[in-house]
């Protein structure tokens, strides 16, 4: 079984890094929901985290295609994305492992190429 969780090492700060994700999913047509500052919100609460911010979005051209017909599929879309900063200062993206879904009667083919975008996307912006 492989790694239900995938990070890639970011050479940029957590703000550039989100920055240019959020490029790659505007010159893709992909719609962008929200980008929570999780460090932010537990500030609010008294603690203390490094900064962290969680992208979700989805194709909104694409979705249906991706999409599978059932009332779960709130749980894995739409697609999120952490990028983090760990204790020592490296700044990661992290994301479900796409190829960890293909076990999912409704994820096949097409589908599983399509969640798969989402290690190419986070390779760009890491880069």
Same mark, same amino acid.
């Given at each position: 079984?492989?790694?239900?969780?995938?990070?890639?090492?970011?050479?940029?700060?957590?703000?550039?890094?989100?920055?240019?994700?959020?490029?790659?999913?505007?010159?893709?047509?992909?719609?962008?929901?929200?980008?929570?500052?999780?460090?932010?919100?537990?500030?609010?609460?008294?603690?203390?985290?490094?900064? $962290?911010?969680?992208?979700?979005? @989805? %194709? +909104?051209?694409? !979705?249906?295609?991706?999409?599978?017909?059932?009332?779960?599929?709130?749980?894995?879309?739409?697609?999120?994305?952490?990028?983090?900063?760990?204790?020592?200062?490296?700044?990661?993206?992290?994301?479900?492992?796409?190829?960890?879904? $293909?076990?999912?009667?409704?994820? @096949? %083919? +097409?589908?599983? !190429?399509?969640?798969?975008?989402?290690?190419?996307?986070?390779?760009?912006?890491?880069?």
């Amino acid at each position: 079984m492989q790694n239900a969780i995938v990070s890639k090492l970011s050479n940029h700060s957590v703000e550039r890094t989100v920055e240019k994700l959020e490029q790659i999913l505007l010159s893709r047509h992909v719609a962008l929901f929200a980008c929570v500052d999780r460090s932010g919100e537990a500030e609010k609460v008294g603690m203390l985290r490094k900064p $962290a911010r969680l992208l979700t979005f @989805r %194709g +909104a051209a694409s !979705q249906h295609q991706v999409l599978p017909a059932g009332q779960n599929d709130a749980l894995d879309w739409p697609v999120k994305v952490l990028v983090w900063e760990d204790g020592v200062g490296r700044v990661w993206i992290s994301y479900t492992n796409p190829p960890g879904l $293909a076990d999912e009667p409704e994820i @096949r %083919g +097409a589908r599983l !190429q399509k969640l798969a975008a989402i290690d190419a996307l986070a390779m760009q912006a890491a880069l």
